[in-house]
């Protein structure tokens, strides 16, 4: 059994940061893509940012991308979402999840496991 752990929501002005974590266990990584989603009410889950095991690989939507880093620490059983020059429209509960394939990993059907989420509010 595969779970994540989420830390780092808060509320924040704009213009602010915050970072975001997730540890997973077992501490070996069994899947490809490491990523990020949110979700805000009367919307779709929306893909954030994703990496790879390794850290070779990365991928922003075009919201975040300039703001956000997505990064692995190199026991590669952690990662995080650094989040800066955060805006209004960045209110949402953030998910970490990890995907069988990188090929995937914009497609929140595609992940096999999801954290508990985290919640983000950014004030104007």
């Known amino acids: 059994q595969v779970q994540l752990v989420e830390s780092g929501g808060g509320l924040v002005q704009a213009g602010g940061s915050l970072r975001l974590s997730c540890a997973a266990s077992?501490?070996?990584?069994?899947?490809?893509?490491l990523g990020w989603f949110r979700q805000t009410p009367g919307k779709e889950r929306e893909f954030v940012a994703a990496?790879?095991?390794?850290?070779?690989?990365?991928d922003y939507a075009n919201s975040v991308n300039g703001r956000f880093t997505i990064a692995r620490d190199n026991a590669r059983n952690t990662w995080w979402l650094q989040m800066n020059s955060l805006l209004p429209d960045d209110t949402a509960v953030y998910y970490c999840?990890?995907?069988?394939?990188?090929?995937?990993?914009?497609?929140?059907?595609?992940?096999?496991?999801w954290g508990q989420g985290t919640q983000v509010t950014v004030s104007s």
């Open positions: 999840a990890v995907g069988a394939n990188w090929f995937y990993r914009k497609e929140g059907a595609r992940y096999d496991y």
């Open positions: 077992p501490l070996t990584p069994i899947r490809n893509s």
């Open positions: 990496i790879t095991v390794n850290g070779a690989l990365t």
